[in-house]
């Protein structure tokens, strides 16, 4: 069964960094587009970074240029740094991908959510 373990999240200061890390486990072929998305209380869920197999990066614009989105192949992992948080980057944020299954099947697996809050 595949699944996607997130860690890192938690509480910090307005201006400060944090770090997530997303591992896929369990039996698959291979990881295609891997994300992460956020969901701020009251709100929809938004897209924040998306890395495709090739590495290209795409980003939501409240996000561009302090998250840096990478991930290690190696290691079925993707990552999300993010610097110069604000108070209003505070929400569960959401582990995403789209995983080859078989080598002709695929799907779209979500982790559990970790809670990043930015506050003084």
């Known amino acids: 069964q595949v699944q996607l373990v997130e860690s890192g999240g938690g509480l910090v200061q307005p201006g400060g960094s944090l770090g997530l890390s997303c591992a896929a486990s369990?039996?698959?072929?291979?990881?295609?587009?891997m994300g992460w998305y956020r969901q701020a209380q009251g709100s929809q869920r938004e897209l924040v970074a998306t890395i495709n197999s090739d590495a290209s990066t795409n980003y939501a614009d409240s996000v561009r240029g302090r998250f840096t989105i990478s991930r290690d192949n190696d290691r079925n992992t993707v990552y999300l740094q993010m610097n110069s948080l604000k108070p209003e980057d505070t929400a569960v944020y959401y582990c995403?991908?789209?995983?080859?299954?078989?080598?002709?099947?695929?799907?779209?697996?979500w982790g559990q959510g970790t809670q990043v809050t930015v506050s003084s």
């Open positions: 369990g039996s698959f072929f291979s990881l295609n587009t």
């Open positions: 995403h991908a789209y995983i080859h299954t078989t080598h002709r099947d695929w799907a779209q697996f």
